[in-house]
């Protein structure tokens, strides 16, 4: 088969073909949405002859932490989850950007809702490019479903079932002209895209979302906060954000490790500033790129080389 057609994946502690992974019908997870997932990136960096891994241990630290919320203890420390998924990119001779999607679930094969301690973990790689268009900027649309609320199914658990949130979320916005959904949570404040984190600037200030908003906790989020303090000397405020608010903020833009930083220019039918991407969601963009592909040293505590047999790039 052509390469990456049928890649290697880390399944039921082995290194197998994709097609050759297998899980009953009757699998709890499927039926139930009980699974914990991740999302990690990895960039190819030619000028480095390297592919970094991006905060590989903060996202298998938060994996391993989510997925205790459905009492699945992963015994596996960050580092070693890292390296499985190093050996992943070793057997796979990635050279392009690419994709991580770690994924613990439930696996008893039976029916009812009740559930046990027996699970499994998956470790998948595969190339993967822009996500979201957002070079012009986004059109965002504020749709009517509302953010899962922390005592139903905690958002900051990236759990497989609250997941039907995003995705009637984003079909709606898709189906009504928009590139991406914006939730409100039911008091009524902005809280995130349907796979993404929020920001809007105003009067020179960042703000964004708290986790108590009932936020995914991204670390492109956090991310871009501390690019946005340490680079650009921003003062960064958590605090919630009326819907008005987004309407007449100077600038838009979501993070997330799928959308990196994707500038919003419009919402529903209301221009942000100028209508084109603002200098400081430019700007962050930019400086996300140049710490994921190893060209600011003062971060290379944040990646991690796949070009050395372990470890973070020194």
Excluded at 20 to 27: D, F, G, R, Y
Excluded at 272 to 297: K, N, W
Aim: proline residues 5%.
């Amino acid at each position: 088969m052509p390469k990456h057609d049928d890649p290697i994946i880390y399944f039921n502690g082995r290194y197998v073909p994709v097609s050759e992974a297998k899980v009953s019908i009757l699998t709890h997870a499927l039926h139930y949405g009980t699974g914990v997932f991740e999302g990690i990136r990895g960039y190819a960096a030619k000028e480095h002859n390297d592919l970094f891994l991006f905060r590989p241990d903060d996202h298998y630290h938060r994996w391993k932490q989510n997925c205790s919320l459905l009492r699945m203890g992963l015994t596996q420390t960050p580092a070693e989850l890292t390296a499985i998924t190093l050996e992943l990119i070793r057997r796979n001779e990635f050279d392009s950007d690419i994709y991580v999607r770690p994924l613990c679930y439930k696996s008893s094969p039976r029916i009812g809702v009740h559930a046990d301690d027996q699970f499994a973990i998956a470790i998948i790689a595969l190339p993967f490019g822009v996500y979201l268009e957002s070079s012009e900027g986004v059109h965002a649309g504020v749709v009517s479903w509302r953010r899962v609320e922390d005592n139903a199914i905690p958002a900051r658990g990236k759990i497989c079932g609250a997941y039907v949130n995003s995705v009637l979320a984003s079909d709606d916005a898709r189906r009504a002209g928009f590139d991406e959904a914006v939730f409100l949570n039911e008091a009524g404040h902005v809280v995130e895209g349907s796979s993404s984190n929020i920001f809007i600037v105003r009067n020179h200030k960042l703000l964004t979302p708290p986790p108590s908003d009932n936020i995914l906790e991204g670390i492109t989020r956090e991310t871009v906060m501390e690019l946005a303090r340490n680079e650009l000397g921003l003062t960064v405020e958590e605090r919630s954000i009326d819907r008005s608010e987004l309407y007449i903020a100077d600038e838009a833009f979501f993070t997330g490790t799928a959308v990196e930083v994707a500038p919003i220019v419009k919402v529903d039918f209301h221009v942000l500033g100028d209508g084109h991407v603002g200098e400081i969601s430019r700007s962050l963009r930019r400086l996300f790129y140049q710490v994921a592909r190893g060209d600011m040293p003062r971060y290379y505590h944040w990646l991690t080389s796949s070009a050395q047999p372990v470890g973070v790039r020194k």
